[in-house]
């Protein structure tokens, strides 16, 4: 069955934001938060939404400047994505019994749970990261992923150099390499519903934001591990065992910690798509 979709109208950093938000389940409300990437869209909690819907009501939304659908032009930044938030929860306003994110989504949510002390009963966190792909893979190179997020942001350089880069082979390379575990299941069909994902209006400048680090929600692991501070709801860390190491390795500093109570899941970064069904049984679990 095909989730509900309500559109709202919100307002953020002084703009109109559009904002579909997909409805699926009955019974205490759960916000799922999907990743912050190329392929970012709601459509990737879906499966996650149908797993969970017999015991909650899931509100699935997209990001600003992320999603299958046109695209808004909105300062990308983490104020504005913290905005955003504050603006979806006016809107939409719970309490939740769960908060979810995956990925990046993860220390956007962490702050707006302690921004709004009471509103989400307990988060969960499916492979949380908070550092983007250029700055993990070259970090100290700040100045040259700014050039590069410039480079693609520019008029028909950066459409060219975008389109390059979301080719259909790189994505399957990119989801064979670090989102899904079992190559296997990055099928044709799969990596033609993330191509037109990519293929959106003004789709370039969400992933120019999000590759260079420029919606990294914090600048260290240190300041990522105090958002984990007191005044949190319960946090349950899922950590896939295939997750990249670099990724993996800011997971287990965060399982280290203490502050977080982390359970192992199959997969990669998109565990939450790939097993939706393993991912629901650990949220499950942790009641």
């Excluded at 307002?11 to 904002?19: E, F, I, L």
């Amino acid at each position: 069955m095909r989730p509900e979709t309500r559109h709202l109208d919100l307002t953020v950093a002084g703009r109109p934001c559009p904002t579909p938000v997909d409805v699926r389940g009955q019974g205490p409300a759960a916000l799922l938060l999907p990743a912050l990437s190329t392929i970012s869209a709601r459509a990737e909690m879906h499966g996650l939404a149908e797993a969970l819907a017999d015991e909650y009501r899931c509100l699935v939304p997209d990001w600003p400047g992320f999603g299958e659908r046109p695209r808004q032009r909105l300062p990308l930044d983490p104020a504005t994505l913290h905005a955003f938030l504050d603006a979806l929860v006016a809107a939409l306003p719970g309490p939740y019994a769960l908060g979810i994110a995956a990925g990046h989504a993860a220390g956007y949510l962490v702050a707006a749970a302690a921004r709004h002390p009471g509103l989400f009963g307990r988060l969960v966190l499916v492979a949380p990261t908070w550092r983007g792909p250029l700055p993990t893979a070259m970090p100290g190179r700040r100045s040259l992923h700014g050039r590069i997020r410039r480079a693609i942001e520019t008029p028909l350089l950066g459409d060219a150099l975008y389109r390059l880069n979301v080719s259909p082979p790189i994505i399957a390379r990119m989801m064979r390499a670090h989102v899904y575990a079992d190559p296997e299941r990055v099928t044709p069909a799969l990596i033609r519903a993330k191509h037109a994902v990519t293929r959106q209006r003004n789709g370039r400048f969400g992933t120019a934001a999000f590759v260079t680090g420029g919606l990294d929600p914090v600048a260290s692991r240190e300041a990522f591990l105090a958002l984990f501070g007191l005044g949190l709801p319960p946090v349950q860390v899922l950590r896939p065992e295939r997750a990249p190491p670099r990724s993996g390795a800011e997971m287990d500093a965060l399982a280290a910690s203490g502050r977080v109570h982390t359970v192992v899941v199959p997969g990669a970064l998109s565990a939450h798509e790939e097993h939706p069904a393993s991912v629901a049984a650990a949220i499950r679990a942790a009641v």
